[in-house]
C-alpha cells in the first residue's frame, strides 16, 4: 500500500502530506502545512492551548493515532495538558510537568514532519 499524498480537510481543501512532499526532494518555502522540511515550523512556529474537557475527544483520538490510546491523561489534567496547533490547525497533544515536556502526541498526518518532543519543547519553554 502507497503512502497518502493528500487528504481533503474539514474545509474542503485539498492538503498535501509531509510523505508526498517530501518525494518533491526540496521545500517550496509555501509555508505548507505539512512541510517536512521545517519551514513552516521556522517561519511561523507552534501555537499552545489549554486543556478543555470539552476537547477530550479530540485528545482521544490524538492518543489513538499515535498508538498510545491506553495512555492515562488524568495525572495531567488540566494543568499540564495542552494542545498543540501549527498555522492555526490543532495537531496533537502535549503532556508535561513543570520543567519537561513528557509526551507528545500527534495526529496521523502530523507524524512525519519533524515534530517530536524537543521539537515542541523547544518552542514551549522558550
Excluded at 492515562?72 to 503532556?95: H, Q, W, Y
Aim: glycine residues 8%; proline residues 2%.
Amino acid at each position: 500500500m502507497s503512502e497518502e499524498k493528500n487528504y481533503e480537510d474539514a474545509n474542503g481543501n485539498l492538503v498535501f502530506t509531509s510523505s508526498y512532499l517530501k518525494l518533491k526532494g526540496s521545500c517550496c518555502k509555501s509555508a505548507c502545512l505539512h512541510c517536512p522540511y521545517g519551514y513552516t515550523l521556522k517561519k511561523l512556529g507552534l501555537q499552545f492551548q489549554d486543556w478543555e474537557e470539552s476537547r477530550r475527544e479530540e485528545a482521544q483520538q490524538f492518543l489513538k493515532d499515535a498508538g498510545k490510546e491506553d495512555f492515562d491523561l488524568t495525572a495531567f489534567l488540566p494543568d499540564n495538558a495542552k494542545f498543540i496547533s501549527i498555522k492555526e490547525r490543532t495537531c496533537g497533544l502535549m503532556v508535561k510537568n513543570h520543567i519537561v515536556v513528557k509526551g507528545v502526541f500527534l495526529g496521523r498526518h502530523f507524524q512525519n514532519q519533524g515534530l517530536d518532543k524537543d521539537m515542541v519543547e523547544s518552542y514551549f519553554f522558550n
